[in-house]
């Protein structure tokens, strides 16, 4: 029987090119991790559903308002969509209840410069935890932190464009039979260029104690590099 043998530096090559397919291989399938952003905010809660029976101005023959309609197929984006409004951000602030005086007379209490801090907070507050079960741990103690930081914060800016109110039936459900309420709205815009430079602000101030995590920073980080995309 022939023998067959390979001379030295044959073999020394092939295991220098076996290494280099290996080391290949293996570059290919090792990717550096995609960190996704979290959603853009949705609203919080299904609302129940319901007809309209009244509304302001309608024994008056106008009809509902275009920014209201949007608000209720799109949210406050539908409603940025505007001429109007697409220069500024949209916030919309409602009650509802059995009293039609008493919350008309909250509609004329209501003050941009004392209210609006409650509502950008609380749309900073569902940006930083759209899509995570538990922004505490998430953010750590910066979450909290910004949200009061927010909320404390003296807002320019922000002006009352218009109010509505509706009387409404609402449809029975599993667990409550049908009734009927009123609701009011108040819509809140803001300048967009404004907002964007306090917010900048806002962030600045927030220092948590403990200090984030090198994790959390990077969380942090991200929602803050793309925050108003969506927003």
Not at 180 to 187: A, M, T
Request: charged share 25%; hydrophobic share 40%; with cysteine.
């Amino acid at each position: 029987m022939n023998k067959f043998w390979l001379p030295v530096n044959t073999l020394f090559g092939c295991a220098i090119l076996g290494a280099f397919l290996f080391a290949s291989c293996v570059n290919q399938q090792i990717k550096p991790p995609v960190l996704n952003l979290p959603p853009k905010p949705e609203s919080s809660g299904a609302k129940r559903e319901y007809n309209i029976l009244d509304y302001k101005n309608k024994s008056r023959g106008e009809t509902v308002p275009e920014w209201f309609s949007l608000w209720q197929n799109s949210g406050v984006h539908g409603i940025e969509t505007m001429a109007n409004y697409n220069n500024r951000f949209v916030f919309i602030r409602s009650s509802e209840g059995n009293s039609f005086n008493a919350l008309n007379l909250w509609k004329d209490n209501f003050s941009p410069e004392l209210d609006f801090p409650r509502m950008a907070a609380s749309r900073i507050e569902e940006r930083f935890s759209a899509g995570i079960p538990f922004p505490d741990e998430e953010y750590g103690g910066f979450y909290e932190a910004l949200v009061r930081a927010a909320s404390d914060a003296t807002w320019m800016g922000a002006v009352k464009a218009d109010d509505f109110w509706i009387r409404k039936k609402n449809l029975p459900t599993e667990d409550e039979g049908e009734s009927e309420n009123w609701e009011f709205f108040i819509l809140v815009t803001i300048e967009k260029a404004s907002f964007t430079s306090q917010m900048d602000l806002v962030f600045g101030k927030v220092n948590p104690t403990p200090a984030p995590t090198i994790e959390q920073i990077t969380a942090i980080n991200q929602v803050k590099d793309h925050f108003f995309e969506g927003f």
